[in-house]
């Protein structure tokens, strides 16, 4: 059975090294390598994956330090599924919150570098997609019928309670992203860009009459989201990274189709089983299904990578 990957991060050397802090430390991230990420792919019987380094991104309050780190990152990901294009799709980094720089980067990363689409963050600096400030950038996605990947940055306030962000205020803000881009009309206005939520969409399809409950309490709020909450989320793809467990894909099951989830790992961070084997083995459950989860729906996404991975098989078979 073919597997495709699409949440999987990898930190080069040269991005972490542009993370350093002034101090001299750098954030405690694990490691995260190619070489690492295809032991893993190979021990668990993944074929292909769409890399992309994921948070914290490059902002930290210098704009000139973004442009050039987003710049970096890009070249060396680039570089890795031009060297295995059948094994790698890379998503860029964007250099927001500068709307110009973030477009520059994009026609390089696209036009010039050649990958398979970007990744943005919830937030920078505390600015949501889905902000008008950021409109002309998503116009721009749109016109391209880019490939998006949504990835929760980690919350602008100190979180309330003494756990790891990951616990709970990363599927928060996977949800915030979510209902400023419902309310603010962005899914409304640019429905050409294919969006993909890392880990299910967070909370958003438990959410979800809820979040579509805006339109009865407070319809003004609402007048940029025509069709309805529950429509837009239906429209949208989500990953399982983190979520590969039936009662969370049942969940989504109930906001959309089974051929808006596509497979994930969220490596490195992904509690795989250290024997190998189905990396996902509690959606057994999807039956037939599960061939288009662990792949078939990824060719919407990601149709260069599909194509190369196919003419690859079609060759080794000759």
């Not at 002034?22 to 995260?32: E, Q, R, V, Y």
């Not at 070489?35 to 948070?55: K, N, Q």
Request: glycine share 8%; proline share 10%; aromatic share 8%.
């Amino acid at each position: 059975m073919t597997r495709i990957d699409l949440h999987a991060h990898v930190t080069p050397p040269e991005y972490l090294e542009g993370l350093r802090l002034p101090d001299g430390s750098l954030p405690p991230l694990p490691p995260a390598t190619v070489e690492g990420l295809t032991a893993t792919m190979e021990r668990h019987g993944i074929d292909a994956a769409v890399i992309s380094p994921g948070p914290p991104g490059v902002f930290f309050g210098d704009q000139g330090r973004a442009n050039d780190l987003a710049r970096t990152v890009n070249e060396v990901l680039a570089g890795v599924a031009r060297d295995a294009p059948a094994r790698f799709a890379a998503l860029a980094t964007l250099p927001l919150p500068d709307v110009g720089a973030a477009l520059a980067e994009l026609a390089h990363a696209l036009d010039v570098l050649g990958m398979d689409g970007v990744w943005l963050p919830s937030h920078v600096a505390g600015t949501y997609i889905g902000d008008p400030a950021w409109d002309a950038l998503f116009d721009e996605l749109h016109r391209r019928k880019a490939y998006v990947f949504v990835h929760p940055a980690l919350p602008p306030y100190a979180p309330p309670a003494p756990h790891p962000v990951w616990l709970y205020e990363f599927p928060f803000e996977t949800t915030r992203a979510i209902a400023r881009l419902i309310y603010s009309g962005t899914f409304e206005r640019c429905p050409d860009i294919k969006l993909q939520f890392a880990h299910l969409g967070g909370a958003a399809p438990f959410l979800a009459h809820r979040l579509a409950s805006l339109a009865d309490r407070e319809p003004d709020l609402a007048t940029a989201a025509p069709v309805g909450a529950l429509e837009y989320l239906r429209r949208q793809c989500y990953d399982t990274g983190l979520s590969n467990h039936e009662l969370a894909v049942k969940t989504v099951l109930d906001v959309t189709d089974i051929d808006h989830v596509v497979f994930g790992t969220d490596y490195p961070y992904a509690a795989l089983p250290p024997e190998g084997g189905d990396p996902a083995r509690e959606l057994a459950f999807l039956g037939a299904d599960r061939a288009r989860v662990d792949a078939g729906n990824a060719a919407r996404l990601v149709p260069r990578l599909v194509e190369a991975m196919r003419s690859t098989t079609e060759e080794a078979a000759r």
